[in-house]
């Protein structure tokens, strides 16, 4: 597969006030591969991941410096709500709006001004996202009703109604039961074929189920980045390794 | 082991404590009951039919009915808009500093300030300032600016009630600010809006003193038909008759007291219905 | 033509401004309060000295010969005001005791409404109620009681305010957090003794707070007192006899015929302006209080 680099990351630096919270990390991301950030929790992944699509604009004392580059343009100084329409994200709780199934999905796009078929976004969205089957006969109720795997879902679906370029998880499995992680695992699996997808996890095994590309980030730097297999079977770094076989984390 | 004296103690603490709950409930009933018996007899449909008169038999509340109707109308139209708005801007939007501390402190005690000072306020503003004269117009710009302050602290309770998480879902669709206050945290809030909405005219239509500053007028024979007319309302009229010596004008007043008190309980009914059922609605 | 994301941005900007101008207009509110309470006061003070205003204890504004001083106004205010107090706080305090610590959830749950409609009902029905029931009931005890008197406007000013006491104080004691009473319960006390030692004192700053602000809703009351208290501004400390509130005095005038810009119709700013400043300071000292220790309580 030719590789070619969607989103890359060039001397960010990242402060909470005084902490500094992502020191100088340069990263690519490739297109149509998930890129499966790791590490210890404190360690900044989020905080990376929330700087890819402007959601760190919400926190006040935060500043940030460098480049993250998207088609050219250095996205930290685009505008965000450009940014967000196009870089999509799920969130580690799952957060439906208290709306319809329906109305979940087509927020996004209306209020972007979609004025294509409704029901067929809908329905093309919900199949993208592997919730269909399960939600077809029932798109007018609430979204609150479904279980905490179907809500993940739904927002997995209604990021793709958006049509982004990259999707952005945020340890979208931290708070779901196995059955339920297993089946947004496989759909991250089905996604990459369209989408290019960052996903943080402090979960291990799941980084080397779903990833094609892993970086490992300790206390803000990337201590290493390389391909999935090879960090995992032969990480290069001591502490990577310690890290993976479990001694600290 | 507790001694005795402790025991004892405690007992008639926890005996006064109860009476002097029961009391401010048995006064409610008191309340009612002595209005009710004073004013059952008068209560039918002449009395809601009729303009004020000098006999108490042919009096009735019809001017303040439809005064207060009016009013509560164009009150709510004004004061609505404009405390959801103001509690949307300040919970959403806020500004920081010493500006955002100004306009926080300023609304707590604006919410203080007696209501016949608000009737001096709408005297010298509406009436005469604006020349809107004793009109329906007057007086409900004044009871606006009473209760924003009421509409502005539900507002802004309901709205903190809504969970960021919902806010973050949005933006991170690339939606605007104005589309997630309208799209998203608006609906969420909307009920516990409603009640406080529906709370503050219900004070709103008992309120008496600032209406009488800004000239309605108790003895009035005719339906408003525009909001430049002038008016009564419902407890303009109860005092009127309550300030007079005929034990029958007594009487009328509480028959008065009978509707006026019957809108405003259902009025609160229908807020603690809504608040009951945005309670189950919205469990995250 | 402008495309969609200016229109979309120009939407944005314009919904903020209205929603500012909004949120200004509670301080416009307050601003126009001040000046026209401060600007009438003025032209009222130029003719009358604000030192035979505040000390005069004759009130005749509207008969001859006019006499402006507002003391027995103020006198009449506080008997109610006080008298309103001593009635509601302990009672108000101890309601709010009942509800956190004695009556179960389910009581609690029937007794919280019955406060609400309690605070909710018109001021000009509990007048009436005043006039109609409270005095009859204090002519029958005390014969010389006249129709209007300070003690039933106190009285029934006490019942209005006794549910916003009761309501703030069970606030103030829901906020303690539940390990402060289990350490108490914990070593054995009663639970009067953990509302005397610890719930009380721990959250007195609130408590002080809820009786100003009642306070200050007291002295500002209006119908009821107009209604039970009567119109007569005589200096007295009687409770039994007939006297004016400030409030009862702005109603009077205005219910008469007086012309606008007239001596008498500017007594009425100049009274507001009072009583505008007194529950001002009060809401600010109560503000205070609550902002000051709110750390506190946390």
């Known amino acids: ?128 996202a592997a919730l269909w089957d399960e939600v077809k006969d029932r798109l007018n109720d609430s979204a609150l009703e479904l279980s905490g795997g179907q809500q993940q879902r739904l927002c997995i679906a209604r990021t793709i109604a958006m049509k982004p370029e990259i999707i952005l998880m945020d340890e979208p499995c931290s708070a779901l039961d196995p059955k339920s992680t297993i089946r947004v695992e496989d759909l991250i699996t089905d996604l990459k074929k369209d989408y290019t997808i960052i996903i943080v996890t402090h979960n291990m095994q799941q980084a080397s189920r779903v990833s094609d590309y892993t970086a490992f980030f300790y206390e803000g730097k990337m201590v290493e980045f390389g391909q999935t297999d090879k960090i995992f079977t032969a990480p290069k770094e001591k502490k990577t390794e310690d890290y993976i076989t479990g001694r600290f984390g | 082991m507790i001694s005795p004296t402790r025991i004892r103690k405690e007992k008639a603490f926890k005996f006064i404590a109860t009476v002097a709950t029961w009391t401010s409930v048995l006064i409610l009933i008191v309340l009612l009951t002595h209005i009710l018996s004073e004013g059952w007899r008068w209560l039918d449909w002449q009395f809601m039919d009729s303009f004020p008169s000098r006999f108490p038999e042919k009096a009735g509340l019809k001017a303040g009915i439809f005064g207060s109707i009016w009013l509560m109308a164009l009150t709510a139209s004004i004061s609505i808009p404009i405390g959801v708005f103001a509690g949307l801007f300040l919970e959403e939007y806020g500004i920081k500093g010493i500006i955002g501390k100004i306009i926080e402190v300023n609304m707590a005690n604006l919410a203080g300030v007696p209501s016949i000072v608000y009737g001096l306020l709408g005297l010298t503003v509406f009436v005469r300032y604006f020349g809107f004269d004793r009109s329906l117009l007057s007086g409900a710009l004044t009871l606006s600016l009473l209760i924003m302050p009421v509409i502005v602290v539900a507002t802004r309770e309901s709205i903190r009630a809504v969970p960021n998480s919902i806010r973050f879902g949005a933006y991170a669709m690339g939606a605007r600010k104005h589309h997630v206050v309208f799209g998203q945290v608006l609906p969420v809030a909307l009920p516990g809006i409603m009640t406080g909405v529906i709370l503050a005219l219900s004070r709103a239509i008992g309120e008496t003193a600032p209406l009488i500053i800004v000239g309605a007028v108790s003895y009035i024979s005719f339906i408003p038909e525009g909001i430049m007319d002038e008016f009564t309302v419902m407890p303009l009229q109860i005092y009127n008759w309550a300030g007079r010596p005929q034990a029958d004008f007594h009487q009328l007043a509480a028959a008065g007291i009978i509707v006026l008190v019957s809108v405003m309980l259902v009025m609160n009914f229908v807020a603690v219905l809504i608040r009951h059922k945005m309670q189950k609605r919205y469990r995250f | ?178 390990s402060v009473k289990d350490g108490a319960f914990a070593i054995g006390a009663t639970t009067n003794e953990v509302v005397m030692g610890i719930m009380i004192p721990y959250s007195l700053s609130r408590i002080l707070a809820a009786f100003i602000l009642a306070l200050s809703r007291a002295i500002g009351e209006t119908m009821a007192v107009t209604l039970a208290s009567g119109s007569n501004p005589q200096l007295t400390l009687s409770p039994l006899k007939s006297i004016q509130t400030m409030t009862a005095y702005i109603v009077q005038v205005s219910l008469g015929d007086t012309q606008a810009g007239g001596i008498e119709y500017l007594t009425c700013f100049a009274v507001g302006l009072l009583l505008f400043v007194m529950t001002f300071m009060m809401n600010l000292l109560g503000q205070i209080i609550l902002t000051k220790f709110r750390v506190k309580s946390l």
């Not at chain 1, 909470?16 to 990263?27: D, F, Q, T, V």
């Not at chain 3, 900007?13 to 026209?36: E, M, N, Q």
């Open chain 3, 1 to 178: 033509m402008i495309d969609r994301k200016t229109r979309v941005t120009i939407i944005g900007i314009s919904i903020k401004l209205v929603f500012g101008v909004c949120a200004f207009l509670g301080i416009l509110t307050t601003i126009g309060i001040i000046f026209v309470l401060g600007n009438e006061g003025f032209q009222f003070f130029r003719q009358v000295p604000i030192w035979d205003f505040l000390t005069g204890t004759e009130w005749t504004p509207l008969l001859e010969p006019k006499s402006f001083g507002v003391l027995p106004l103020v006198v009449g205010t506080l008997q109610v005001t006080i008298g309103a107090g001593i009635i509601a706080m302990p009672l108000g305090l101890l309601c709010a005791v009942y509800l956190s610590v004695y009556a179960g959830k389910k009581r609690r749950n029937t007794l919280k409404p019955i406060l609400e409609v309690l605070s909710g009902i018109p001021t000009i029905v509990y007048g009436f109620f005043a006039l109609t029931f409270i005095t009859p009931i204090l002519q029958k005890i005390i014969p010389n009681t006249e129709i209007f008197n300070a003690a039933s406007g106190a009285i029934v000013v006490a019942i209005m305010i006794l549910p916003m006491i009761a309501s703030l104080c069970d606030d103030a004691f829901r906020a303690i957090p539940r």
């Open chain 1, 1 to 128: 597969m030719n590789i070619e680099t969607v989103l890359s990351a060039k001397n960010v630096n990242i402060w909470y006030g005084e902490k500094h919270a992502i020191r100088n990390i340069s990263l690519d991301i490739y297109k149509n591969h998930v890129t499966a950030i790791i590490g210890p929790s404190g360690c900044g992944k989020s905080t990376l991941l929330r700087s890819f699509n402007r959601m760190n604009d919400f926190v006040e004392t935060l500043k940030q410096k460098g480049g993250i580059f998207f088609e050219g343009n250095n996205l930290l100084e685009a505008d965000p709500i450009e940014v967000r329409t196009r870089i999509g994200m799920v969130f580690q709780r799952p957060n439906p709006f208290p709306k319809s199934i329906f109305n979940n999905i087509t927020w996004g796009p209306k209020i972007h001004g979609y004025t294509g078929d409704l029901e067929q976004l809908v329905e093309e969205s919900l199949k993208g």
